[in-house]
């Protein structure tokens, strides 16, 4: 789960790590005040997305002269201006595809004083199964772009947990960034914040991008980019709380409520699957026979009828999908289980793209008996290979 910069510097800010005064704007008449609570002289207003690249983005209908999503203003009028500019439209970024996000919230937080951009995250590397920082002298700049060009300003290293952080990882981040004198002190102790924080809240990512050095000489956060581990979120209410829903895509969000694992793709093939290896497979057989897949979704190894219904419903829903592969391997799933909750589906949303359904495992025959027995035009696959071919078969035509 994402959060939006403003929730991510507040929630940063209790844990004592240093960032710029702002406030939220939800309405366009609300931009005046909240700008004039600001001491200025300078003003930045930022569209509230959850994507990165507001900056270099662009608002769908753009005029002439606009910047896109994060801008400057020198007086309160123009900070409203600006806010007024942003609210209710659509911003396109390079992470947000060009469909973009529409703009729901304006933070407008006090200008600082630059001399250096740096670049500082934290996150779960997989390969070690441990926290890692990831450092660059090259912030505001995106981190791909850095390591594909110059992959030596790039210092990373985790944290062994039976040991844990020590004032070594500060010093370490410190010397990596070209910190001096009390620079190398405050970095200790923001380290200590953030990681501190990373393990608290569940975080999967922390990143910060610029940490600056403003002219006197201390640290900032100019900008943070946090993400929460979804499975942890039961234990975190407050974090929960924080969610925006506006920003997720409805079929992701509705397959969530379902504790359905799915994720969307662009390509024309449904697919609906138990097991995120046997989905991987599916997906990949798919591709190997000509198309692409339109989702990823396990429906998990305890699925009932009721989730398997709101599973299909949720493929269907889908108006780039042109045909659905249903490959379940029934061990701890029931096969008949899964035809129930797919005949359930058809009869309550309908079938108008084809549908192939491959079988194998507990209650196998009982499952395929349901299926013939439905009275639908439902395609029966032998093996994954053969579900496979019929699908792509059918979707081209």
Known sequence: MNIHEYQAKQLLKSYGCPVSNGRIVLKADEAKSAASELDGPLWVVKAQIHAGGRGKGK?????????????????????ET?????????????????????????????????SR??????????????????????????IEEVAAKTPEKIVSFSVDPATGLSDFHGRRVAF????????????????????????????EMLEINPLIVMTDGNLKVLDAKLGFDNNALYRQPDILALRDET???????????????????????????????????????????????????????????????EAFKIITSDPNVKGILVNIFGGIMRCDIIAEGVIAAVKDVG?????????????????????Q????????????????QKIVKAVKG
């Not at 999503?69 to 123009?78: C, N, T």
């Not at 920082?133 to 912030?139: L, N």
């Not at 960034?177 to 393990?199: D, I, P, S, T």
Request: aromatic share 4%.
């Open 117 to 142: 951009e740096l670049y500082l995250a934290l996150l779960v590397d997989r390969q070690t199964s441990r926290i890692s920082f990831v450092v660059s002298t090259e912030g505001g700049m995106d």
């Open 247 to 309: 920003e997720e895509d409805p079929k992701e969000l509705a397959a969530s409520k379902f504790d359905l694992n799915y994720i969307a793709l662009d390509g024309e093939i449904g697919c609906m699957v138990n097991g995120a290896g046997l989905a991987m497979a599916t997906m990949d057989i798919i591709k190997l026979y000509g198309a692409e897949p339109a989702n990823f979704l396990d429906v998990g190894g305890g699925a009932t009828k009721e989730k398997v219904t």
């Open 373 to 388: 027995n439905s009275g639908l035009n439902v395609i029966a696959g032998d093996n994954l290979a053969d579900a496979a």
């Open 59 to 79: 608002f769908k209908e753009a005029e002439a002269g606009e910047k896109g999503g994060v801008r400057l203003a020198k007086s309160v009028e123009e900070a």
């Open 176 to 203: 990596a960034l070209g910190l001096e004198g009390a620079q190398v002190k405050q970095c200790v102790q923001l380290v200590k914040n953030l990681y501190r924080a990373f393990v608290e809240k569940d975080m």
């Open 82 to 114: 600006l806010a007024k500019q942003m609210l209710g439209r659509t911003l396109v970024t390079h992470q947000t595809g060009p469909a973009g996000k529409q703009v729901n919230r304006i933070y407008i937080e006090d200008g600082s004083d630059i």
């Open 351 to 371: 079938l108008k793209v084809p549908l192939v359904v491959r079988l194998e495992g507990t209650n196998v025959e009982k499952g395929k008996e349901i299926i």
